[in-house]
């Protein structure tokens, strides 16, 4: 079955970096589109970044452009979001996501806190 495990949430102060990870199983890897979401405590869900299957096409959140870069590596079926300047509107639980077979699977999600 698809599974997507995220990790890497940490607290960090406001202007620090962060990378975090989704490791992917269950499916082709390559063969599919992933994106990032987050979601703060009385907030929506909200899409971060987006990445093609082959990994030539992303898109991003007007709130983290130039700041966050989504990458991944399909021999490792990985798919990671490096964060730099985070700020403390960042805060929020970070999942990834994927649509195998007209179905959404989401990944349990990793703590991101961006405080001093």
């Known amino acids: 079955q698809v599974q997507l495990v995220e990790s890497g949430g940490d607290l960090v102060q406001p202007g620090g970096s962060l990378r975090v990870s989704c490791a992917a199983s269950g499916f082709t890897f390559s063969a599919n589109a992933m994106s990032w979401y987050r979601q703060a405590p009385g907030k929506e869900r909200e899409l971060v970044a987006f990445?093609?299957?082959?990994?030539?096409?992303?898109k991003y959140a007007d709130s983290v452009k130039g700041r966050f870069t989504i990458s991944r590596d399909n021999a490792k079926n990985t798919v990671y979001l490096q964060m730099n300047s985070l700020k403390p509107e960042d805060t929020a639980v970070y999942c990834c996501y994927v649509r195998v077979n007209f179905r959404d699977y989401w990944g349990q999600g990793t703590q991101v806190t961006v405080s001093s």
């Open positions: 990445i093609s299957s082959g990994g030539r096409i992303t």
